[in-house]
């Protein structure tokens, strides 16, 4: 079965400064998706950014990107210039790609971010 | 509509009664998923349904879980004889297609969730 780590329960950043958020995972499997989902206090999780595991150039939206390290199941994610706005739960979500898996995704712990003015 | 939408936002129930989520996925997405996020266990996938069809109901919590849906479109999830462990938000997700290529078809969009409460 796969799992999703995130070691980091609560993480600070000053605003305008960079944090790095850790995520690991564990697969057998070759073909994969990770994400990375927020979720502010109203609930809804909101997609960050997204990886597809036969990609070796590591993604990028804006000001969020991640580092993919394949062979250590590593999927770590930067965030530049932190705004006050990007104070929330942060999680790391795993997904199959294998064709007949129920897709569903599978979770991390969170990270919890504040943001200090 | 524009996004996936949860009814009730916040369920107060008394233990024993029944209850029952609403989740109305995206127009046009055949795959919809329901998790449940709780202090103790996280984020736990509960059910997918791909159209109308659930083929696996294994991650439901317990038989007194139960989910349908109809015409492709809402789903339901029905909580039986609600117990205080039942409280937790309930998360509803829809994507365009399950597993098939293409990661734009795979990603799955949320809901606000049904914080559900069983006093």
């Known amino acids: 079965a796969q799992t999703v780590t995130q070691s980091q329960p609560e993480m600070s950043v000053q605003e305008a400064e960079t944090v790095t958020l850790s995520c690991t995972y564990d697969?057998?499997?070759?073909?994969?998706?990770l994400f990375w989902y927020k979720q502010p206090p109203s609930r809804q999780m909101i997609l960050v950014i997204r990886?597809?595991?036969?990609?070796?150039q590591n993604a990028t939206e804006n000001r969020f990107s991640v580092n993919f390290q394949k062979a250590a199941k590593s999927f770590s994610l930067k965030i530049s210039d932190s705004q006050l706005g990007d104070a929330a739960m942060y999680f790391c979500?795993?997904?199959?790609?294998?064709?007949?898996?129920?897709?569903?995704?599978?979770f991390g712990k969170g990270t919890k971010l504040s943001v200090k003015p | 509509g524009a996004g996936v939408s949860q009814s009730p936002s916040n369920k107060v129930t008394e233990k024993g009664k029944d209850v029952e989520l609403r989740c109305d996925p995206i127009?046009?997405?055949?795959?919809l998923y329901w998790y449940r996020q709780s202090l103790g266990q996280g984020l736990e996938f509960l059910i997918y349904f791909q159209g109308n069809s659930a083929p696996d109901k294994s991650g439901l919590p317990s038989d007194r879980f139960s989910a349908e849906r109809t015409g492709g479109s809402v789903s339901t999830l029905t909580i039986q004889r609600t117990q205080q462990e039942d409280s937790a938000v309930y998360l509803c997700?829809?994507?365009?297609?399950?597993?098939?290529?293409?990661?734009?078809?795979?990603?799955?969009?949320f809901g606000a969730g049904t914080r559900l409460s069983v006093l």
């Open positions: 997700a829809s994507s365009l297609e399950p597993t098939t290529s293409g990661l734009a078809k795979n990603i799955q969009y």
């Open positions: 990886q597809e595991a036969y990609k070796q």
């Open positions: 979500a795993y997904r199959s790609a294998i064709r007949g898996s129920q897709g569903n995704l599978i």
């Open positions: 127009s046009g997405h055949t795959a």
């Open positions: 697969t057998s499997e070759s073909d994969y998706y």
